[in-house]
């Protein structure tokens, strides 16, 4: 078997686990496998290993490599979305896991020809260098966005700080949900997705209630690193 597809298998595996022991069946969560910075063949061989949902950073990577890869594709965009690549990107993905100002909703509101779904992305640790919006503001953020017709909001995403241990990221993982439960009885707003987990914690993730995991490193190796 190829490289890719036995890494892809054995993040399936811990997957299910994990999945079961939150008292969920696999299928309840999905496994976005994360390709910033890989070339398209590799994203090919993942794809005939029967991975379907890959999650982009960047617009005019994501653009390119789309356009050279099979069209049944689920594409989610992961990273930084600047307002003047929305363009780029809108009428092309499925998610958009990045959502973290009002003036981006606008932005997406403006140029989608149909609903599109996010999620908030929230800084769930208030670090100081990481985009996100701030769990005190998150309300206001959903508020205005009611108004906006072609954003359809699904949920929360984080991301948060790095830890050898993944049992240290648990806290936050458990803040992210209770942050959703909260703001779900609140709003009324259908926040069922919590897009939360990597390569180093994902298990620990799941646990915690993620319905969705994005994985980079685990599936394909490791990235250069100027191109992080
Ligand atoms: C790169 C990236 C990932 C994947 O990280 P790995 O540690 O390689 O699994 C997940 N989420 C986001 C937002 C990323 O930018």
Redo the contacts with the bound molecule.
């Keep these: 078997m190829k490289r890719i597809a036995e890494n892809l298998n054995a993040v399936r595996e811990l997957i299910a686990g994990a999945a079961r022991r939150s008292g969920r069946s696999p299928d309840q969560v999905r496994l976005?496998a994360?390709s910033?910075t890989h070339p398209a063949e590799l994203i090919a061989e993942a794809y005939e290993a029967g991975q379907k949902i890959f999650?982009e950073?960047y617009a005019q990577e994501f653009r390119e490599k789309a356009d050279m890869l099979p069209d049944d594709i689920e594409w989610h965009f992961?990273?930084s979305l600047q307002r003047n690549k929305v363009k780029m990107v809108v009428d092309r993905v499925t998610l958009i896991?990045?959502l973290n100002k009002l003036s981006l909703a606008q932005e997406i509101d403006k140029r989608a020809g149909a609903p599109v779904k996010a999620l908030i992305e929230i800084n769930i640790a208030e670090e100081g260098a990481k985009s996100g919006t701030s769990a005190d503001r998150v309300e206001e953020l959903i508020e205005a966005a009611r108004d906006l017709k072609n954003i359809e909001l699904r949920g929360l995403?984080t991301?948060p700080p790095f830890f050898d241990d993944p049992d240290k990221a648990r806290p936050y993982f458990i803040k992210l949900r209770k942050l959703r439960d909260n703001l779900k009885a609140r709003t009324g707003f259908a926040l069922d997705e919590l897009s939360m987990g990597?390569?180093?914690d994902?298990e620990a993730a799941i646990e915690e209630g993620a319905s969705i995991v994005?994985?980079?490193?685990?599936?394909?190796g490791e990235?250069k690193r100027n191109n992080?």
Excluded: L, P, Y
């Design positions: 976005v994360v910033k999650g950073n992961v990273g896991h990045s995403m991301m990597m390569s180093g994902f994005r994985v980079g490193t685990a599936i394909f990235r992080e």
